[in-house]
C-alpha cells in the first residue's frame, strides 16, 4: 500500500521521515500495518488475541539500529487502540522511533491509545523517542492517550523523549518504569499546549535495585486557555539517586498544576526534586531584543530552545 | 556619533517617591574611540547604558546617533542602527545552547567566526558550542560568552557593562587586548565601557565620571587618569560585604 502526501507530512513531523526508512520498520495507518518489513536483528510480528499489537525484539548484542514503529490517523474520527511490546536483548543498544501524527478533517474525534510495554535487558541500551503531532481543520478534537510501562534490567539503561509538539486537543499520558540493580532511566518529557487544549502527564518510576538511578526532565509550555497537569512520582526502595525536574512556562491565561512526589523507603535513597513555573523572563525578551530581534521572535526563539 | 543631549530618568524608589537616577546628562561619544565610565555603584552608569540601548526610557531628554534622532526607537530597531549592550549580569537560557545565541547575535557569521570568537574570550568552542547557555555555566563564562557575542555582532556602538565582573585575571588580560584591537583606533566603532577596573581605565581614550546622575568629571586618560588616582579614593568601606566604595574628594 502506498502512502501519499499527507502520509508522508505526518509521518515526517512525528518521526522525520522522508521516506520508507531502512532496517526495521512498521508504519501502521488507520489501524491497519501499511508497511512492515524485519530486519536480521530486529524482528517485528503481530500479536493477536484481545490485545493487538505488535512484538518487536531486538536480538542480544545487536549494535546501534534503529527501528521506526510509527502510526498515524487520517480517517476522520477514528479510533485507534493498540498493544506493543518491545523487548531489548542483553547487551543491546538500539534506538525506537515510535509517536502518533493525526490529520482529522471530520467532526468526530480522532483516538490512538498506544500502550507499549518495554522490557530492556541485562546491559541493554536503549533510546526511545516518541513524539505525538495533530493537525486538520475539523472540529473534531485529536486526542492521544499514550502508556508507557518499561522495566530497566541490571546494568542496563534507556533514556525516554516524549514529546507534544503540537495540535493534541487531549492528552492523558501514562508511564510507570521499574529501575532495577545498577540501571538507569532518564525520562524527558516536553509538552505544547495551546488553545483549550489539556494534557495530562502521571509518570510513576520505581527504583528497586541497589545502585540504580532516574532522572526525570519535564519541559512544559502552556499557551491561551490551555491546561496541563504534570505529576512525578519518584519511589526509591534501595539505595539509589532520583531527580525530577519540572520547568514550565506559562503564557496567556494557560495553567499548570505540577505535583511532584517523592518516597524514600532506604535510608540510602537520595531523591530530589525541582519545579518552576512562571512566564518568559523580561531580561531574557531584553537581551534577544538587544540582539536584533523583535519581540515575538524573542519569545519564539525562547520557546524553541526550550522545547527542543 | 552618539550624543546624549540633557537626559533625565526617574524610578520609583522603595518608598514609593520618584527618585531621579540620571539629572540631564550631556555626552558625546565620537567614532573611533574607546571610553571608560566609572564611578561610584548607584551613580546612574548602567542605569545611562540601559537608555541609550532603550532598554530604560529616559523622563526627559534626546539621543542622536550619527544625526539621527532615536530617542523614540525600540530596543530591536537600535540594534538594528548598530547599537550593541553587553550586559552587567546576563539572563540564561535553558535549551538555548552558546550555537544558538551567537547565531541569532550574528546570523551571518560563518561557524568558523563563531569558534574564533570563543577562542578569543578563552572558551573551547568544541566545549562550549553545544551547551546551553543555562544554569550549569559560571558568572565569569556567560560573561566571556557575552562579550563573544557583541564581537561577533556587526555593531559600530557597543557598550560593555563591567566587561571584567566575575572573570579571572588571566582573562581579563585577553579582554583588554581584545577590546583594544576591535575597537581602538577603528573610525567605524565606538566603544563604551563601564568599569571600576584599573587596567581597562588607562587603555581608554576618554573616562567619564558619573555620580549621583551627573556627569561629575570628564577628560582623556592622560588627563584624568592621574586624577583619578589622586583625587578618587577606593575605599574598601568596612564590613559592607566588600564593596567597592568611590568618594569624590
Redesign the interface.
Known sequence: MKLNNLDMDLLHSIAELRGIPKGAVNIRRDGEAVIRQSSPNILISSTLGDKPGLLVEIKPGTRNETVHVPVILTKPGFQDKVYNTFIVGEDADATIIAGCGIHNEGHGHSQHDGIHEIIVRRGGKLKYIEKHYGEGNGKGKNVLNPTTIITVEKDASAELEMVQIKGVDDTIRKTVAHVHEKANLKIVERLLTQGVQRAESDIEIIIEGNGGAAQVLS?AVAQENSFQIFRAALIGKTSCLGHVEC?AILMDKARIKSIPELMAEDAEAVLTHEAAIGKI?G??L??????????KEAVD??L????? | MLKLENIWMQIASDNGEDKEILRGINLQFEQGKLYAITGPNGGGKTSLAKVIMGIYQPSQGKIYLNGEDISDLSITERAHRGIAYAFQAPPRFKGLTIKDVLGIAAPQAEPLQQRKYLRDVGLCPEDYLDRDLGPGLSGGEIKRIEMAQLLLRDNSLAIFDEPEAGVDLWTIQKLITLLVSSYKNNPDKTAIIITHNEKILPICDEIIVIEEGVVAGRGSSSEIWHLIKDEIECKVRNQCQGEMIYEIK
Do not use: C, P, V, W
Not at chain 1, 287 to 295: A, D, F, R, W
Not at chain 1, 304 to 308: I, W
Open positions: 519541559r520547568d523572563a531580561e531574557q531584553i537581551k534577544l531584543m538587544t540582539l536584533g530581534l523583535t519581540e526563539a525562547i524553541e530552545g526550550f522545547l527542543r
